[in-house]
């Protein structure tokens, strides 16, 4: 696998959606391809970052109540 | 031959819908940007789910069953128009780790770690809402792109090409934030 190759499916393979044989290739590449290996550490922390952002808060409790009558 | 369950009946699905609240809540607030909006929409999507409860089959993935009444509420409530109109166009590739090579020698790790939460979540709701979307479902709640484009109701290629797209703006936005906060400095250079 070269560079290009390899970033084309860096989103994949943080996101986990790449086929086995491609993650073989893919890991085998970045362990011998400094940029590229940098390049896949900053998407996973990007990634890592917004889900924490994100990820954190709850429903407004009223919400909630609201939401329990209208389902009981 | 048994029949297969429909839907789950009176508490069980009452129970199971009520454990996404939190999660559906989040969404919506990234989906509207505004509280009061996001509680409307949450509220809006459990009427919807309640009066369509039978067509929720049982074993199947009913955190995405909610989401997709969420999100095309959304599209026919609050934005008033079909997402499919909306244009992506105008969002340039980007990277952050090209940019950051060139223009500082603060490693990348070192300059996203000193973003505050409050500004990865701006750059996000800064993003399209079709951006938006896809990175709530795939990156914020870790939906498959299977899942996900069916959530969306697009092709796995529209949301790997969306999500590509979102996450390269969302490099620019951050970029931005760690300019302004004086993480990095240099003007951004467009590729």
């Known amino acids: ?72 | 031959m048994a029949e297969a369950p429909s839907a789950l009946e009176g508490d069980g699905f009452a129970a199971e819908a009520i454990s996404h609240l939190d999660t559906l809540y989040r969404g919506a607030l990234r989906l509207t940007r505004d509280a009061a909006q996001a509680e409307d929409l949450v509220q809006d999507t459990y009427v919807r789910a309640l009066r369509y409860q039978s067509s929720y089959r049982v074993g199947t993935n009913m955190k995405a069953w909610l989401f997709a009444i969420m999100r095309n509420l959304f599209w026919d409530r609050f934005k008033g128009r079909r997402a499919e109109d909306v244009s992506l166009d105008g969002d340039g590739d980007f990277g952050l780790y090209d940019t950051l090579h060139d223009e500082t020698a603060k490693p990348e790790t070192q300059v996203l770690d000193g973003l505050a939460a409050d500004e990865v979540v701006r750059a996000v709701d800064q993003l399209s809402e079709l951006h938006r979307e896809v990175v709530v479902l795939v990156d914020v709640e870790g939906f498959s792109y299977k899942d996900a484009a069916d959530v969306i109701g697009v092709p796995i290629g529209t949301v790997m090409s969306r999500l590509h797209r979102a996450r390269q703006a969302l490099q620019r936005s951050l970029w931005e934030y760690a300019r302004e906060s004086g993480i990095v400095h240099g003007e951004r250079t467009e590729p």
């Open chain 1, 1 to 72: 696998m070269n560079c290009p190759d390899c970033r084309e499916r860096i989103d994949r393979f943080v996101d986990r959606e790449l086929s086995e044989d491609d993650l073989r290739s893919l890991e085998h590449h970045l362990s011998a391809c400094p940029d590229c290996d940098d390049e896949y550490r900053l998407q996973s922390n990007v990634k890592r970052l917004v889900r924490v952002a994100c990820g954190e808060g709850e429903a407004p409790a009223q919400l909630r109540e609201r939401l329990r009558q209208l389902l009981s």
